[in-house]
Nanobody, 122 residues
Framework: QVQLVESGGGVVQAGGSLRLSCAASGRTFSRLAMGWFRQAPGKEREFVAAISQSGGGTTYADSVKGRFTISRDNAKNTVYLQMNSLKPEDTAVYYC???????????????WGQGTQVTVSS
């Protein structure tokens, strides 16, 4: 079993930056592809970014490409999401997820964190 705990959310002004972290328990982190998803009030959960087990492959949603960067440190069992040039429409609860394959589909992930709130004020 893997437990995922997100941190780093908060309130930031438009144009600002935040870095989210997701710490994983257990010894299997390096065998998991990791993803970030978000859900805004009244909206469906949407894919943000994903990274392969080695960190060599990444995928981004068009809405965040060029602004967000996903990375991982397998020695620290942690995946990160660096968010720059934040916009009010980035406001959402952000979730990290782990699974066997790098995917933009939530159903491809077996493990989920509890989420961290990101609020971008205009």
């Amino acid at each position: 079993q893997v437990q995922l705990v997100e941190s780093g959310g908060g309130v930031v002004q438009a144009g600002g930056s935040l870095r989210l972290s997701c710490a994983a328990s257990g010894r299997t982190f390096s065998r998991l592809a990791m993803g970030w998803f978000r859900q805004a009030p009244g909206k469906e959960r949407e894919f943000v970014a994903a990274i392969s087990q080695s960190g060599g492959g990444t995928t981004y949603a068009d809405s965040v490409k060029g602004r967000f960067t996903i990375s991982r440190d397998n020695a620290k069992n942690t995946v990160y999401l660096q968010m720059n040039s934040l916009k009010p429409e980035d406001t959402a609860v952000y979730y990290c997820a782990g699974g066997p394959f790098r995917s933009a589909q939530g159903r491809g992930y077996d493990y989920w964190g509890q989420g961290t709130q990101v609020t971008v004020s205009s």
